[in-house]
């Protein structure tokens, strides 16, 4: 998905009062969970809880869900989407395995520095059916790159998109750039977008010329090694998100995930903490207050140490689930225009990383 901001609502197992969810009462005569249906912007974990999966209707009012059965699967079962064939999709159900933003998988093995990305440190497999008529939709991987490990909402960096195969007269966000590329043993056009006024991020869409129903433990490194190589994506970011799924414009009832998987090579996160801080005010009037504001892992032990003219001042603080971590410093007394150094260490378990920011006291 190329066009807006697509942050997923709650899920829909916290919805069963409204109805949304079809219940079916197991032999036993407890209640279980037989057959979930998701519209608007459900989500619902499944395979038991390593992966979740949304509706994701962005893009359209029109009625459209997707049943599954809590394996990680799903099925587009119905669909009055009816975009325009040359405008933004009206939504991408999908399954995901990470971060969207925020919104995490546990024990995901994500994120992976890009520069740790080698050959079989993620791989997926993905096995679909895709109806014809006149349904207009693609079958996309949609991975997400970030700058830093974590982000609370929309990633800062690249979209990576592979477009499996689509039906009807549609194409990638952007221009093309190549064409007949071998990466990874397959040929694929190579299309480029910017950023654009709704959204921040470049995407680089790779589109398979022998279109496919599925994949099976499709290598990424080599994927990301031609995007990092064409420079849309750095070695520094980090790899926070693997979703799969159809970009609707029109109709698209009968398309399915009948099986997702992804997997990510263990031992192969970076054991580098990122470590990102800045000062919310650069330059505080004397008796007055400024923050050390830091982005890192979510949890991560933050601790921070001013260097002013008088002497060191020490804090310690964990950081969010969101990875942000934000500590107030008072300036009293504080010689005015002497520029103080902040340093930062952050850790989590075995990883650590270092950053620093700093301010300048000026006169009340």
Known sequence: MTSVNRALALPAVLLLAGGLLAVSLAASSKAAITTATLCNLQTAPVGGGAYTIGNNEWGSGALECITTDGSADFTVAKSSIAKARDGAPGGYPAIYKGCHWGACTPGSGLPVQVSDIHAGTVTTSWNTSQPGGSNVYNVAYDIWFNQTPTTSGAPNGTELMIWLNHHGPKRPYGHQVARHVSIGGRSYNVWFGGPRARHGWNTVSYTMTTRTASVSKLDLQALVADAVRRG????????????????????????????????????????HLACHAVMSHSHPADHSTTDVVVRTADRAEVTTVAHFKTGNRSRKLRATVHGRAVIPYGVRDALAYYRVRVSVTVRRGSRSGTCSTWFTPRPA
């Not at 790899?239 to 997997?263: C, H, K, P, R, Y």
């Open 232 to 271: 849309y994506i750095s070695r520094s970011w980090y790899l926070i998100d693997v979703e799969a799924g159809f970009e609707l414009w029109q109709g698209g009832a009968g398309l399915a995930t009948n099986s997702f998987s992804v997997n990510v090579a263990a031992g192969t996160r970076s054991r």
